[in-house]
């Protein structure tokens, strides 16, 4: 006689929780649907995906970002009519960019290009200052991304830091490539007002050799860019 019974008001509430989870799941489940249904167009509109499915936030609409504390020393683009694979076997093999472009040059050490080996670059800017035009640096790998992010830093240089990076984002049948120097340090003014716009120059001119090697070696069968060296 003493058993007391569920009220007819905790049953509704335990019914209103019920339901409550219930709700918040199916909302869950239908925007974690939406989101995946989304990937697609992220990538049409240039929100690049590497191979795990995760978003590049290096190719969000405007390019990679600054870092802070940093100053966007040049900042150029180009869309190739190529895949990013044969722009990264080109990008690679440093000792062939002689070969199809007159603004850089450059060549391994020792080995192969991995992050923290160093290379030399000879760089001419042909429009810079007679006595700035030509220059060899002594350059560190330190970031490698197969196919999707390639940056070098020079050494030994005081008074300036400064990153080199490609970064290549696959859109549809093509493949925008961003070519930028980031700088910090209490040179960089003064290299700014002396050669950026020179440096913007053949950064133009070596992307545009840079599509015309990438189509070229993709229309012809059986021609390919060679493995990096």
């Given at each position: 006689l003493g058993e007391r019974r569920p009220s007819l008001k905790s049953a509704r509430q335990v019914s209103a929780s019920t339901s409550t989870?219930?709700?918040?799941?199916?909302?869950?489940v239908r925007r974690?649907?939406?989101?995946?249904?989304?990937?697609?167009?992220?990538?049409?509109?240039?929100?690049?995906?590497?191979?795990?499915?995760?978003?590049?936030?290096?190719?969000?609409?405007?390019?990679?970002?600054?870092?802070?504390?940093?100053?966007?020393?040049?900042?150029?683009?180009?869309?190739?009519?190529?895949s990013s694979s044969t722009i990264w076997s080109l990008l690679m093999n440093l000792s062939s960019w002689r070969e199809w472009n007159d603004v850089f040059a450059a060549s391994m050490i020792a080995g192969e290009p991995q992050e923290g080996k160093d290379f030399i670059m000879d760089a001419f800017l042909s429009t810079a200052p007679w006595y700035l035009r030509r220059s060899t640096m002594l350059m560190e790998y330190f970031v490698i991304h197969a196919r999707e992010k390639v940056c070098w830093r020079p050494q030994l240089v005081p008074g300036l830091h400064g990153e080199h990076c490609f970064v290549l984002c696959p859109v549809a049948n093509r493949t925008v490539v961003y070519n930028y120097e980031d700088q910090h340090g209490f040179m960089q003014p003064a290299t700014q007002r002396n050669l950026g716009d020179a440096t913007r120059d053949g950064f133009l001119r070596?992307?545009?050799n840079l599509s015309t090697e990438s189509v070229r070696r993709e229309a012809i069968p059986g021609i390919e860019a060679q493995p990096p060296k």
């Open positions: 989870v219930v709700h918040m799941a199916r909302s869950m974690l649907a939406f989101a995946a249904a989304l990937l697609p167009a992220f990538s049409m509109a240039g929100l690049t995906t590497n191979s795990t499915g995760a978003l590049r936030l290096d190719c969000w609409p405007g390019g990679p970002r600054v870092p802070d504390g940093w100053v966007r020393f040049v900042n150029t683009s180009i869309e190739i009519q190529a070596f992307n545009a």
